[in-house]
């Protein structure tokens, strides 16, 4: 069946240091992926996305490349900020039955420190 | 552009009590609507979802139920809420395309 695998966080950075969220998946076919961010007691916000083998997908510094040999979408950015500090959910959407249902990973907590 | 509402935004009920929360779509016709359930510090499960008015699919047997009355309108009841009931409560659209949008959630505490 489908599923994502996130690591585990907390993750706790300094203001300007390198991230890395790692999101494993296991799919049939060719689904889009997704991260997604939610802050603190808001919905969850699509951040970026990738439908196709070998796409990157990039917003406000957060890149993430699809690919498919790995079966990997780990989400990077080179310089993170406090304001960067929420949940980030790596999401996959197989399509079935004319819907998107998504599998979710369980999501990671990013703390920036200043 | 479209726009997804969620209400209430907080909700305390005690045990035994119904439930109703609704989410609402605007901008759009004819979309995809959803609703998740994220349980503290865990990931997010979905629950219902809805291809149109009156069709419901349920991914967890569970003492929740949903209904979609109108084209952009999407309900999550229960008749009577138990502890484990408590969570955020996410409604989201698509409109046929591979992306899900997310309203702002409901936070439900069931005491």
């Known amino acids: 069946g489908n599923s994502v695998t996130q690591m585990e966080g907390p993750v706790t950075l300094s203001e300007e240091a390198f991230l890395t969220i790692n999101c494993t998946y296991t799919?049939?076919?060719?689904?889009?992926l997704f991260w997604y961010v939610q802050y603190p007691g808001e919905g969850l916000q699509l951040l970026l996305k990738?439908?196709?083998?070998?796409d990157k997908g990039s917003n406000k510094g957060f890149e993430a490349t699809y690919r498919k040999e790995t079966t990997s979408f780990h989400l990077e950015k080179g310089s993170v900020q406090v304001s960067d500090s929420a949940v980030y959910f790596c999401?996959?959407?197989?399509?079935?039955?004319?819907?998107?249902?998504?599998?979710f990973g369980t999501g990671t907590r990013l703390k920036v420190l200043a | 552009s479209q726009t997804i509402h969620q209400w209430p935004a907080t909700l305390v009920q005690p045990v035994g009590s119904p439930l109703s929360l609704e989410c609402t779509v605007e901008?759009?016709?004819?979309?995809?609507l959803y609703w998740y359930r994220q349980a503290a510090g865990r990931g997010l499960q979905l629950l219902f979802y809805?291809?149109?008015?009156?069709?419901i699919s349920s991914e967890v047997p569970q003492n929740l139920s949903a209904s979609r009355p109108q084209d952009r309108q999407f309900i999550l009841s229960s008749k009577k809420l138990l502890l484990s009931d408590s969570g955020f409560y996410l409604c989201?659209?698509?409109?046929?395309?591979?992306?899900?949008?997310f309203g702002p959630g409901t936070r439900l505490t069931v005491l």
């Open positions: 990738a439908t196709k083998a070998d």
């Open positions: 989201a659209w698509d409109g046929g395309g591979d992306t899900q949008y």
């Open positions: 999401a996959l959407s197989p399509q079935v039955s004319g819907t998107y249902k998504y599998i």
């Open positions: 799919a049939t076919g060719y689904p889009s």
């Open positions: 901008g759009t016709s004819n979309p995809n």
């Open positions: 809805s291809v149109g008015i009156g069709q």
